[in-house]
């Protein structure tokens, strides 16, 4: 009998032993019905199961509920399974592409064959999906072997699925069946569908098979669901928040940058009040990074082929990059750059270091190029040109923790500067199981990832470790922002590199005379310029703190006979390196303070004959409304503390 029993570690640390072959449900049970009814997967050693799977081997258990992200993702993959079902019952003969969960919701690529996609009936699917959620079907699991998966979908002919299957090894796959729908798919699943109480198709658009732009275009159905019909509608309510702070509308209405066909697709053009943002932005780093001791570069917008063969980039990158750039004179070959690092590592070589030299910072506001294709472009989110605040410090490992908290505290001094207050961090670390994807030694990798661990709680930030997360040369750090719509977004990444540094072959004499590889951390607090703008554009909804505000300051005359006090007003504040206009249109103050508003200028200055006999002007502030007059001079003097404040 005590060879039957099975050990199980719960989050708490505490261990329990359990009759081989339970089911995760069956043991939540045993800890709480209430449990029992939340939990929709749970993650045992690591690896997510069904909650019906049963359980042979001594291990740990975690369950999660629709609060938890794996329980969402997997709520969301399921449905979409559904939505499948729903579209086959609707549409017979369709094919299936791929349906994972997204971030928010999820989707399905669908090839409708012989059904106009154009006029496919949204509302027809989602009353379908509801039914069928009613049914309280059963998710099975079933392990099929590669003959009979084949046999399967040849019956159906779905060669989507077939391309799929080909690439998977016998014995690996598995079919996940509900009510009439069978799919290809390593799940898991929620037990039910009786959890899905609410759904919404969100958009339609095309998607070509796998990506490749050769390929078939298919129909991708984007929607969401959730365990009640109030989620749904919250969600619904913030989405239309969202298309108020869409990047792409204020960035057209406040003139900030726009993407002209002429120039080509994902290659924006900043307007002089988004070159004023982004300069803002850049010397704001570039200030920080003197004081951290960085020395700034300059390296070209191309690069020889040979450059990116030699860091690895090439073969990652070669499918992403834009085609090889012949030169008429001789046989080299250049690419428009898809990342500074290897230029860095260039100037690391541009001449012999010593250890006393160590850690040099070399930082670059560099503009790079990847070939995203068209359907994957979107605003100034993902682009095909972009400007990273990168930098990359070529240090000692015992001097990489000290390196890595710097590198923390400026990230999140950027945070501070600009109102990012809800973060967490996660820690990309290797596969516990498998160490054999990582290159490098073993205890120079312990040191790397106790150096990050240690650093992020040094600085007392919530932190999550993401095991199997770490690139195949080292550990990371992402810094994870949520903004005022409650979106999380990627900002701020810290990466350790053992590996480029022995690609190029880069050294620095040790203080025993002996030549030894520097390590090298990649850094890039906003990351893209383009995108981090644009997030930042969506976050306060086009009202950007005074300090990077296109225009500052707008002064508005009453009438004609206050232009040249206005004029003066104006003069006083430019001298002091303000940005700031006149508006002297022949409008009615009320609409000249409308329209100010509208274009989120920080300070309005009102000025007509009483102000000009008192030499003041009447300030009207965006956030607070009228504030009162007041001298030129006491003006200037709280601005000017409005803005030393605001970056420090």
């Known amino acids: 009998m005590g060879n039957n029993l099975i050990k199980i570690s719960f989050p708490d640390s505490s261990v329990k032993e359990y009759q081989s072959g339970i089911s995760s449900m069956e043991i939540a049970k045993s800890i709480s019905n209430s449990l029992a009814k939340k939990i929709l997967v749970a993650s045992y050693n690591d690896d997510y199961v069904d909650l019906s799977r049963k359980l042979t081997r001594d291990g740990s258990i975690k369950f999660h509920t629709w609060e938890d992200k ?22 017979p003969g369709v094919k299936f592409g791929i349906g994972p969960s997204i971030e928010n919701g999820f989707y399905y ?63 690996s796959i598995t079919f996940y069946k509900q009510g009439e729908f069978t799919d290809l798919c390593r799940g898991p699943h929620i037990p039910s569908s009786k959890f899905i109480k609410s759904f919404k198709v969100l958009n339609v658009a095309g998607a070509y098979w796998r990506g490749n732009e050769k390929n078939k275009q298919l129909t991708r159905l984007y929607a969401i669901s959730f365990p009640n019909q109030q989620l749904l509608e919250d969600y619904l309510i913030k989405l239309e928040e969202a298309k108020k702070r869409d990047h792409r509308k204020i960035g057209k209405e406040l003139e900030l940058f726009f993407f002209s066909e002429k120039v080509g697709q994902g290659l924006p053009i900043w307007l002089p009040n988004g070159h004023i943002v982004r300069e803002n932005l850049i010397n704001f780093m570039y200030s920080e990074q003197k004081k951290q001791g960085y020395k700034h570069v300059t390296s070209p917008h191309i690069g020889s082929k040979d450059l990116y063969v030699t860091s690895g980039h090439y073969d990652k990158y070669g499918e992403s990059s834009f085609q090889p750039i012949q030169v008429p004179s001789d046989n080299d070959e250049y690419l428009l750059k898809p990342m500074n690092c290897p230029h860095h590592c260039e100037v690391y070589r541009f001449k012999p270091h010593s250890y006393k030299e160590l850690p040099l910072r070399i930082a670059e506001f560099g503009t790079v190029y990847r070939y995203e294709q068209s359907g994957e472009l979107h605003g100034m989110t993902r682009v095909r040109g972009f400007t990273q605040d990168d930098a990359h410090i070529f240090c000692t490992i015992d001097q990489v923790k000290e390196e890595v908290i710097a590198v923390m505290d400026l990230i999140l001094k950027v945070f501070k500067s600009l109102s990012f207050e809800n973060f967490k961090v996660q820690i990309s670390l290797r596969d516990k199981e498998d160490n054999s994807k990582y290159i490098g030694d073993d205890k120079l990798w312990d040191r790397a990832e106790n150096d990050l661990i240690e650093s992020v709680e040094e600085k007392g930030i919530e932190a999550v470790a993401e095991y199997g997360e770490a690139a195949f040369y080292g550990p990371k750090i992402d810094f994870m922002v949520r903004d005022s719509l409650e979106r999380e977004w990627q900002l701020g990444t810290i990466q350790v590199d053992y590996q480029l540094p022995k690609r190029f072959d880069l050294n620095y004499i040790d203080k025993n005379n002996e030549k030894k590889t520097p390590v090298l951390i990649h850094r890039a607090p906003f990351g893209s310029m383009e995108r981090f703008i644009a997030i930042l554009i969506e976050h306060c909804e086009g009202n950007f703190p005074l300090w990077l505000a296109p225009e500052q300051v707008i002064i508005l005359p009453i009438n004609d006979n206050v232009k040249t006090y206005a004029e003066n007003v104006n003069t006083s504040l430019t001298d002091n390196g303000l940005r700031s206009s006149v508006d002297f249109r022949n409008e009615k103050i009320s609409k000249k303070v409308r329209d100010a508003e509208l274009k989120k200028v920080p300070y309005m200055l009102i000025v007509g004959d009483s102000e000009m006999s008192s030499n003041t002007i009447s300030v009207r502030k965006k956030t607070e409304g009228d504030i009162g007059k007041m001298s030129v001079k006491d003006f200037l003097s709280s601005i000017k503390s409005d803005l030393s404040t605001s970056t420090n």
Do not use: P
């Open 109 to 171: 690529d669908i090839d409708f064959q012989d059904h106009d996609s154009s006029k496919i009936d949204i509302s027809k699917i989602e009353k379908e999906f509801i039914s069928l959620c009613a049914k309280n079907l059963l998710f099975d699991r079933s392990e099929v072997s590669k003959k009979d998966a084949v046999r399967y979908f040849k019956e159906k002919d779905d060669k989507y699925k077939l391309e799929l299957i080909d690439g998977l090894d016998d014995g």
């Open 70 to 91: 794996e329980g969402k993702s997997t709520f969301w993959h399921s449905s979409a399974h559904i939505m499948a079902e729903a579209v086959e019952k609707l549409y």
